[in-house]
């Protein structure tokens, strides 16, 4: 868990939201969630993009959109500030970020960060949002990753679930695992580092222990 100094963003612009933007169509207010039209124009968009493509489109949304900050309606006060990984705490922590895509949900997948959301009652500063090939949203709180939103689309009215009805927590991918599965495992590039982490937990415990 990482809980310690959170990464301060750089200036940020208000978005009345940058998602109607793509469509072609400018919001006239920041108070309203984006249009039925709208929605079915960035609907249409986002369907065009499956898998890779899809992931490569929200990294290019994320690029031209950064720094930005969204006021959400759900949870009340929260923000959402559009970000790489790069302008998160879990900048360089590349065995925590690896850890999203792999050892949380039933299957191996990949993550795509969107940005991270303040104001919550996120045990740390920043609750990361994420999305994966499927176009579900993620978040992840330091101890749990929440699913918070069926579809990238939900950001259109502003709203995620935090804390979600539907959470997962580290190992949770290996617990349904057959004793062949698990040799299986053990021998692949996860595995092993499944290993090295619990190794690393057990250091840890001992060594508070002793303390």
């Not at 990238?152 to 679930?161: M, N, S, Y």
């Not at 539907?166 to 991918?173: C, L, S, T």
């Not at 695992?177 to 290993?195: F, H, I, P």
């Given at each position: 868990?990482?809980?310690?100094?959170?990464?301060?963003?750089?200036?940020?612009?208000?978005?009345?939201f940058?998602?109607?933007?793509?469509?072609?169509?400018?919001?006239?207010?920041?108070?309203?969630?984006?249009?039925?039209?709208?929605?079915?124009?960035?609907?249409?968009?986002?369907?065009?993009?499956?898998?890779?493509?899809?992931?490569?489109?929200?990294?290019?949304?994320?690029?031209?959109?950064?720094?930005?900050?969204?006021?959400?309606?759900?949870?009340?006060?929260?923000?959402?500030?559009?970000?790489?990984?790069e302008?998160?705490?879990?900048?360089?922590?590349d065995?925590?970020?690896?850890?999203?895509?792999?050892?949380?949900?039933?299957?191996?997948?990949?993550?795509?960060?969107?940005g991270?959301?303040?104001?919550?009652?996120?045990?740390?500063?920043?609750?990361?949002?994420?999305t994966?090939?499927?176009?579900?949203?993620?978040?992840?709180?330091g101890?749990?990753?929440?699913?918070?939103?069926?579809?990238?689309?939900?950001?259109?009215?502003?709203?995620?679930?935090y804390?979600?009805?539907?959470?997962?927590?580290?190992?949770?991918?290996?617990?349904d695992?057959?004793?062949?599965?698990?040799?299986?495992?053990?021998?692949?590039?996860?595995?092993?580092?499944?290993?090295?982490?619990?190794?690393?937990?057990?250091?840890?415990?001992?060594?508070?222990f002793?303390?």
């Open positions: 868990m990482h809980c310690g100094v959170t990464s301060t963003p750089k200036p940020y612009r208000t978005c009345s940058s998602l109607s933007k793509l469509s072609g169509i400018k919001k006239k207010t920041d108070s309203k969630p984006v249009e039925p039209a709208k929605k079915q124009v960035l609907l249409q968009r986002i369907s065009r993009c499956e898998g890779e493509k899809y992931l490569k489109w929200v990294k290019d949304f994320v690029s031209k959109n950064k720094s930005m900050c969204v006021h959400l309606k759900k949870p009340s006060g929260a923000d959402l500030w559009i970000e790489e990984l302008n998160t705490k879990y900048n360089g922590d065995d925590e970020v690896n850890a999203w895509g792999k050892f949380y949900l039933p299957e191996i997948v990949k993550m795509q960060v969107i991270v959301v303040k104001g919550t009652s996120c045990p740390c500063d920043e609750l990361v949002l994420m994966r090939e499927d176009k579900k949203l993620y978040g992840y709180d101890e749990e990753l929440h699913l918070v939103a069926s579809s990238f689309l939900e950001l259109c009215d502003k709203t995620i679930e804390p979600a009805s539907k959470r997962y927590y580290n190992g949770e991918a290996f617990k695992m057959t004793e062949e599965d698990w040799k299986k495992v053990k021998m692949s590039d996860v595995g092993r580092k499944l290993q090295e982490e619990h190794k690393k937990l057990v250091n840890e415990t001992q060594s508070a002793v303390a």
